[in-house]
């Protein structure tokens, strides 16, 4: 079992930055492929970035590409969320989730998820 826990979301102003954070327990934390997702009220839970095992491949959807950043430190079990030039679009809750498969998390079925934290941004 992998408990994820995601903390830095707040409101933000257009343009500003956050950085999210997933922290995890449980298992070994360099084993697991790591991932972003988001869920806007009423819309479905899209996929925002994911991360591999040792952190050398990432990826990104198109809407945030070039704007956020995901990366991990295996050594503190921690994933990040680097997020600028944020649009009021960006606005959702975001979940971070983990598997040992790549695969399974880019097509969001990660075995583990976390609780979520929300993202406002204002206008």
């Known amino acids: 079992q992998v408990h994820l826990v995601e903390s830095g979301g707040g409101l933000v102003q257009a343009a500003g930055s956050l950085r999210l954070s997933c922290v995890a327990s449980g298992r070994t934390f360099s084993n697991y492929a790591m991932g972003w997702f988001r869920q806007a009220p009423g819309a479905e839970r899209e996929f925002v970035a994911y991360i591999s095992q040792s952190g050398g491949t990432t990826s990104y959807a198109d809407s945030v590409k070039g704007r956020f950043t995901i990366s991990r430190d295996n050594a503190k079990n921690t994933v990040y969320l680097q997020m600028n030039s944020l649009k009021p679009e960006d606005t959702a809750a975001y979940y971070c989730?983990?598997?040992?498969?790549?695969?399974?998390?880019?097509?969001?079925?990660?075995?583990?998820w976390g609780q979520g934290t929300q993202v406002t941004v204002s206008s």
């Open positions: 989730t983990a598997d040992g498969s790549g695969v399974a998390v880019v097509r969001s079925r990660g075995a583990y």
